[in-house]
């Protein structure tokens, strides 16, 4: 979560449950670009996804009463959003997925102010390989893809992912594992890690390894005993290079730019739904 500004959630909440609309405001404002972002990789089409921001919030506005914070904020609109995106696909069974580009432009300037010193060769290559990431991303079935965007974009917990998606923690974990294992193969191309001889025999299952540990599940002795092996074999080396590689540039995924004409649908949807109800006042 940003630390940069204060972000007072819970007082937010209480004031927007009372019908304070600028602690609603406040509110959308901070989780509308990750409502987005969870829609766009997992409806795969920007107009659905737009769709699934709107209903989410304004879902998310009405329901905030019912809120009773036993999960954070952030699950219970993940929760929200996933039944919206599973009936955008109930509905779009048959339509192929289509390549989505959204203010790509607008991210790309973000990008160059964030980080001027990459020469414009680095950035096409960047570029090309957070598209191959998506690309990627798009192509696993729904229920590997949105485990694997809920804990590595969207940053959850695995028993917050479980949460979300009702299933088990072991089952949410396992599915990552193999999430991530695909991800990286359909990114080998921009790995240099293309020398993926025949698997020796000897060798431990290091990806598969890698990705558990990250989930708390492998013992330190363990760990000790792959650091070693990773240490004395390059093809292991590289194998938990690019997984790792590929780890982060999920968990790096910028939160997209909400285009203007959808924010200000949501908040004129949101504004009317206050209209009807007794204001207070946040201060
Ligand atoms: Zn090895």
New binding site residues.
Partial sequence: MMRSEPFDEPRLLEAARNGDEHAMGLLIERYQPRVLRFGLRMCRNVEDAQDVVQDTLLAAARGLKRFEGRASISTWLYTIARSYCIKKRRRSKFAPPREESLNDDDNDDVRRLAAPERSPEQAAMDREMEAALRVAIDGLEPMYREVLVLRDMEGLTAPEVAQVVGASVGAVKSRLHRARARIREALLPFLQADVEDAS?S???D?IELFSKNLEGEISESLCHQLQS??D??????R?CDSIQRVVLMCRTQREPIVPEQLRTAVSEAVRALQSNKPTGSFR
């Fill in positions: 020796n000897d060798c431990p290091v092996h990773v004395r074999c390059p093809r292991c080396k194998k």
